[in-house]
């Protein structure tokens, strides 16, 4: 098997050549574009600007895809995890957007269970650097790792007759239409495809008409501030009912969407602006389009104001980092993570979930609120790239501790708490921080799933609580 993926991996740029490409020069990559085609149902768009790009993958995620290539992690959640992160940090590592054009699902079983029939969707990363990279990855997220696999994979090349691009595809016959993944390679961006003849519909259209999406368009006019959309991402939820009803009635979806409000909304979406033409103070906005208003009609709520001036003077003015500022608002973000957790779970977990968390609440409830108020009003993130993972709102979170109170007590409250999730959450003796442990040793003996760094530490001469990718991250401030 290793002879074999070995050899698949030499005949890779052969089959399809244009994989191996290095795209032009950098002024041959704009931003991502905006418009999508018109029966398109979800988005998902980063464009942080020029800049954002780097060399390569972070040194610890190099390492990881080494790791799933060589069949190190054996354990399946921790193989799966692995792919996950991987991937996520590979699009990271670039503007990009995702684009999902249709989708259908139906009930397996009277338990909230779901069975994908049909998945129509278009990744687009655009860069100016090689796309070897990428390959790379794709190689380590989609070929058998180590050899430990007996499932066959069959790699077909074709060229798309009108807009003469090469595409290539991963077939497996185990697996159904819409998992067939394709990705062409072309100068300054590489196209992934999901559901087989995404990608040939997908080039196809690109010369549609540049009409968006009627509710796309309408939430782009709502108002707010001015300045560059960073991250948007918007989802018709009337397209989704359309495609998978029964999420809509008793399921666990429901309860998801119950959870943070939108079980009677026709769309919802997110758009951060960037105000500065630089990385500096971002606002945040949560919009809501309901079912009872009608179409076009749009709500919004303002999750972080970029004009507080916490973010400008956070944001230190050097253009280092984008920043954002929340109010602090612990015990409602417990209750909305506890929701939508427990809306996730299938009935029979989610009924003991629900007594767990309960009996949590008991015993903890009271160092949740107490931590809530020795906090400062003001949660602030920053946003500077230089982590591993690299995605819209991942970077270091801190808050200040309010007026006399003790670095000590706050510590104390959250060791009495966090201490209840042992052995995932555990705390170095060393550094007096917090990470996540999803799986032990036995389980990743390569130690490179551990994530997470939080605690009390002093930030410019004042104790604060701070959570960030890693301790490397924190070590900075």
Known sequence: ????????????????????????????????????????????????????????????????????????????????????????????????????????????????????????????????????????????????????????????????????????????????????????????VFTVSFGRGAMERWIARRGFDGKTPRGLSAMRREPGPRGRRVFEAWVDLNALRRGFPEAFDESRSLRIFDAIGIDHAREVGVLARRLGGGPGPVSLDWLVSSRSDPPGRWWSERLADGSDPIAAEASGGGGRADVLVFKNRLTRLEEVASAVFLGALRWESHVGQRVRRRRWLARHGGALAELERSLNDRVVLAVDGSGPVRLPGIGVVRVGLGPGVRSERVDSL????????????????????????????????????????????????????????????????
Request: aromatic share 6%; net charge negative; hydrophobic share 45%.
């Open 1 to 188: 098997m290793v002879v074999w993926a070995t050899a698949w991996l030499l005949a890779v740029p052969v089959v399809c050549p244009s994989l191996g490409q290095v795209p032009g020069a950098a002024d041959r990559v704009e931003g991502v574009p905006e418009a999508i085609p018109e029966d398109g149902i979800g988005l998902w768009r980063f464009d942080p600007g020029p800049g954002w790009e780097r060399d390569g993958l972070h040194p610890s995620l190099i390492a990881l895809r080494a790791a799933i290539g060589a069949g190190l992690l054996t354990d399946p959640d921790a193989l799966l995890s692995a792919k996950i992160l991987l991937a996520l940090a590979q699009v990271g590592e670039h503007p990009h957007r995702l684009v999902v054009l249709g989708f259908e699902a139906r009930p397996v079983d009277a338990r909230g269970g779901m069975v994908l029939e049909r998945l129509e969707a278009v990744l687009e990363i655009r860069t100016s650097r090689s796309h070897l990279g990428l390959v790379s990855t794709l190689q380590a997220l989609l070929l058998p790792p180590g050899g430990t696999s007996r499932q066959r994979l069959r790699v077909t090349a074709g060229v798309d007759g009108k807009a003469g691009v090469e595409v290539a595809e991963f077939v497996r016959s185990d697996l159904p239409e819409w998992a067939v993944f394709a990705w062409a390679s072309e100068p300054g």
């Open 414 to 477: 959250l060791d009495r708490m966090l201490s209840s999730f042992s052995p995932v959450l555990r705390k170095d003796r060393k550094s007096g921080l917090w990470s996540i442990v999803p799986l032990g040793p036995d389980r990743d003996p390569t130690g490179l799933l551990r994530i997470g760094a939080m605690g009390v530490v002093e930030v410019g001469g004042r104790p604060a609580v701070v959570a960030g990718w890693s301790e490397s991250a924190l070590s900075g401030l």
